[in-house]
């Protein structure tokens, strides 16, 4: 998927004003941080479980290439192939020779975050390909021509309604001539047209939640089977799986499994969960008969061993994005690509470049939240807060905003200039302000005082008063 | 040293240098002065170095790490020598505490002091309840209140029970918590003027939860939030008065609230 071209603050703008979005994500913010906080005060080993979940992944990043390789072993051991994509551009191209070389015209997709990143439907449609989307979310906005906004709930920008609307529009092709009256006639519709979808597909291609290094197997969860269908009935399975997906056992992967449910989704488990190793045995009664996995790099090696190696503990629950009042204000495409909310704030310019996401860093209070529910601990805001380092070092922070902290700075080291001035200042400000006790409006302060008036100061600074305090004793 | 009152000290009282926090200094004095009096109640000896002035956070948040390291040693050696620095603020006592010594760990000369520094610095109510160990003071303030957890002191310091605990001796005083009260209020420092838009809608998020708790005052321990609020609360017309914790304990609340006038 294309990063958006306008900026953050106007894609924000828009969604703060869109009232059908807000009416939205405003249950995801009751609903879901309900639902986490249910299922986590009711395993009391959870904040054990977290630590655990993060020094799996820790150990893990620290032997990345021996688990990297483990798995290739057991997966070819299987019977299946595994390529190395360096970037988007070789993972597409690998894809897309394999679909040629099985001949196919049919994709069927299972939820995959990271083919979204590497932009795979568009390639694989201009190849001649039918490709559609098996996760009721992703197929909504696949047929709406949209993103999703959410890494979970893709569609969690759109109402009842909205889909609605879209199916009245789109499904008549399928014989679907009225109005879907309820969210269950919905999901009956795309589950009759993916019915046929999966039987004519020749190739399937899911995501991973997580790649069992001593097994050689991959594991996908979802709430509604399509994963097993997609892994299971067309000719070719292809895995698409970033390099971090992987962990030593299946025992860790049980860990993560664990916090991953509760965390997503306030569930105890997920409504299914698949493995799947290699292609069809000969004794099995289904299976592909080809069975594909592309680890995909994508910037993931950059960040191994450096500041921000804990962003690859990164296990896509979504929970930072369901608890950040910023998020939950501005929805996820205002993100403007595949990973928004404070996981999408310091991917996005990992993997993108910070010139093309200069702003996400910056869009984020440092509130904390979404760190105090990771299931895997990553220090979001220190993350964050280091990304704005390096785009002060890079030159990537804007003149007004680098003038303005400079001047600041160069002040508040010079005490008793600093004194002096805000001396002098403080109590005009104060005597002006003194009836009202705030001001409608300031000079350079637009910013603040648009939707808020600005307190006044409620007389001479602290400072000078505890200096006139100490001379008269 | 300006306001030194080392003199008035016997060498029992412990020596608090009080971090008065900038936006106290320009904004609300009062708070200052309140946080004195329940220090000085509490047994302390207060003194305020003269060489303090910001604790360097707008540097750090916007990336500006240089700066913030030259901000830091100032705010180390200000306060060298202190058996305990303290605070109204849990965001600026977190930069203190938490991040200082992260941000010098490399620097051989002041890492220690960092640590040093840091071992010996409190949020205001995390050092009355937690250190001193004090009773909840005998004041009283009528009014139905409901209290925001700033971000800051919550997370990074633990900042939680120790204000409801000592509003809890208020006379007159009834605490009613709001829902979401753990949720940011949108001011975030620089956040708040780079995406107003952003930051009023969390703002009038959190004015809408503090409607719905019947509350006829705002009470918190960060004044950057509380300007953020009583801002958005006067814009919006809304009687409710917002005020720092420490004014109300240490019964300084009977002056206008912040935002409020002579004339409210």
Redesign the interface.
Known sequence: MAIAGESF?SR??SA?SDASLQTSIAGLKSGFVAARARAVAALPEFEAMRDAGAAIKDHTLAHLDVYLERYEREVVRQGGKVHWARDAEEARRIIREICAAAGARTVVKGKSMVSEEIDLNAALEADGLEVVESDAGEYIVQLAGEAPSHIVMPTIHKTTDDVADLFEDRHRAYGFMDRAKSAAELIGQVRTILREKYFAADVGITGANFLVAETGSNIIVTNEGNGDLTSTLARVHIVTAGIEKVVPTLNDASVLLRLLARSALGMEVTSYMTLSTGPRRADDLDGPEEYHVVLIDNGRTEMLGGAFQSMLRCIRCGACMNHC??YL??GGHSYGWVYPGPMGAVLTPMIAGHEKAKELP????????C??VCPVKIPLPDLL?RL??????QGF?DAT?RWG??A??W???R?KL??AA?GLA?PVLAWL??????F?SLPL?S??T??????????????A???R??RQ? | MTGDRASQTNSTQPRVGLFVTCLVDLFRPGIGFACVKLLEDAGCAVEVPAAQVCCGQPAFNSGDTDATRRIARQTIEAFAGYDYVVGPSGSCMATISKDYPEILKDDSEWSERARALAGRSYELMAFLTDVLEVSPPETSFEGRATYHDSCSGLRSLGIKQQPRTLLSGVKGLTLTEMQDAEVCCGFGGTFCVKYPEISVKMVSDKIGNIDASGADTLLGGDLGCLLNIAGRLKRLGKDVRVLHTAEVLAGMADRPGIGDGDRD
């Open positions: 603050k924000a703008s703060l009042p910023v204000s501005v910056h869009a984020c209070t440092l509130n904390g939240r760190q105090q807060r704005r380092h390096q785009q002060w070092e922070i905003t902290i400079s600041w700075a002040l508040a080291q005490p600093y004194r805000t403080i302000g003194r009836s009202s006790g705030r409608r302060a910013g603040w648009a939707g808020r008036d600005m307190p006044a100061p409620q007389g001479e600074t602290f400072h008063q505890w200096a305090r100490a004793k």
